[in-house]
């Protein structure tokens, strides 16, 4: 199957991009492979979700870094500056990835005025250095969508591929 870059304006280096973070790169072959349907589901939960921040799961298989199923979740937060996967929700789509023969991959959550960058509370709430951390940035007309690794608070910008 076909694939191309996901929508962003800076190259995808794998390298750590700048604020004050030590340098780091991304688990050696480290790319977020996302199927349309997902990124779909992704990006329209972000945009109903206006003006709050909104989130959700990724699901899919952890030795190909595909994610092949997205379950947007509520934001127990309910605020424009954070956000808070709603337990219940969290719980509903692991037990739903589990009996499809997933696993959840990553989260994701909107950005509503800034950068798909990760904020400090972001690296902070990002405890599982396996799980992919995807940004929806909705600060312009069109969603900028980029994915991350964080390790032991270093972040690090992973490619994505839409298939």
Same mark, same amino acid.
């Given at each position: ?9 800076? +190259?995808?280096?794998?390298? /750590?991009?700048?604020? %004050? @973070?030590?340098?780091?790169?991304? *688990? ?5 492979? &996302? +199927?349309?349907?997902?990124? /779909?589901?992704?990006? %329209? @939960?972000?945009?109903?979700?206006? *003006? ?5 799961? &990724? ?105």
């Amino acid at each position: 199957m076909a694939s191309f870059p996901i929508l962003g304006d800076r +190259s995808r280096t794998g390298r /750590l991009l700048g604020r %004050g @973070h030590e340098q780091t790169t991304v *688990p050696s072959g480290s790319m977020l492979h &996302l +199927s349309g349907p997902a990124y /779909l589901q992704m990006v %329209g @939960h972000c945009l109903d979700g206006l *003006p709050l921040e909104a989130c959700g799961l &990724l699901a899919g298989s952890p030795a190909e870094e595909r994610a092949s199923r997205c379950y947007p979740t509520a934001n127990a937060a309910k605020s424009a500056r954070i956000y808070e996967v709603e337990p219940r929700d969290y719980l509903r789509a692991d037990r739903d990835a589990e009996a499809r023969g997933l696993e959840l991959i990553g989260v994701f959550h909107s950005h509503t005025h800034t950068d798909a960058y990760p904020s400090p509370t972001d690296v902070a709430q990002a405890p599982d250095p396996a799980w992919h951390y995807i940004l929806v940035s909705l600060r312009d007309i069109a969603p900028v969508v980029r994915s991350y690794r964080i390790i032991d608070g270093k972040i690090a910008e992973e490619p994505v591929v839409l298939e």
